[in-house]
């Protein structure tokens, strides 16, 4: 089965400040997708930013990247000029790419506070 | 309406009532979810249904029952609920291949907002 380890229950940043969010997982399949999903408080989560295993370039979406380290499973988030919006829970996701409407094994996620 | 949509926000129920919770897709997809998020615990996988039909059942207790009448709409009846099920209630879509077919999907799931369950 596979595991998704969120290491950093909390982390704080100073607005503008960069932050990076990390995330390991375990799995023995080759072909899968990771995610990050955000929920802010009392709001619905949001998908931040995805990558496909099969793809050697890191994902990035405006000031959100990612660190894909496929041989040693890790697949951290890096958050460039912080803003009091990005403050929320972060969810690392994994999804086999071969099952259909099959299971996301989260971890349990990091909570992001920033700071004005 | 867009998205996915949950009703209700928030529920109080005894450990004696009925009540069900909704949720509604707009985004055409053809598979739905139920998670249930409590604090201090990850996400935990519910059901799901692809294409109408019920594909994963994790070991749910009974007095969960879902249905899903069509790939828009998913309910989550309860009944006889314990204290401990308080939780937040998460729906999630996604479009999904039908089976046999190759094809590319993005394997994202799309959330509602959640229905904040109180069982007293």
């Known amino acids: 089965a596979q595991t998704v380890t969120q290491s950093q229950p909390e982390m704080s940043v100073q607005e503008a400040e960069t932050v990076t969010l990390s995330c390991t997982y375990d799995?023995?399949?080759?072909?899968?997708?990771l995610f990050w999903y955000k929920q802010p408080p009392s709001r619905q989560m949001i998908l931040v930013i995805r990558?496909?295993?099969?793809?050697?370039q890191n994902a990035t979406e405006n000031r959100f990247s990612v660190n894909f380290q496929k041989a040693a499973k890790s697949f951290s988030l890096k958050i460039s000029d912080s803003q009091l919006g990005d403050a929320a829970m972060y969810f690392c996701?994994?999804?086999?790419?071969?099952?259909?409407?099959?299971?996301?094994?989260f971890g349990d996620g990091t909570t992001l506070t920033v700071k004005p | 309406e867009t998205g996915v949509t949950q009703t209700p926000r928030h529920l109080v129920m005894g450990m004696t009532n009925k009540k069900s919770l909704k949720c509604e897709q707009h985004l055409g997809h053809n598979a739905m979810y139920w998670y249930k998020q409590s604090a201090k615990k990850p996400l935990e996988l519910m059901f799901v249904y692809n294409f109408k039909e019920q594909t994963e059942n994790n070991s749910v207790p009974s007095r969960f029952s879902p249905e899903c009448p069509n790939s828009s709409h998913l309910f989550l009846h309860l009944h006889t609920l314990q204290p401990e099920d308080s939780a937040l209630y998460l729906c999630?879509?996604?479009?999904?291949?039908?089976?046999?077919?190759?094809?590319?999907?993005?394997?994202?799931?799309?959330f509602g907002e959640g229905s904040r369950l109180t069982v007293l």
């Open positions: 999630a879509s996604s479009q999904e291949l039908a089976r046999g077919l190759a094809g590319f999907r993005t394997g994202e799931l799309f």
């Open positions: 996701a994994y999804r086999s790419f071969n099952t259909n409407a099959g299971k996301s094994t």
């Open positions: 799995t023995s399949e080759s072909d899968y997708y």
């Open positions: 990558q496909e295993a099969y793809k050697q």
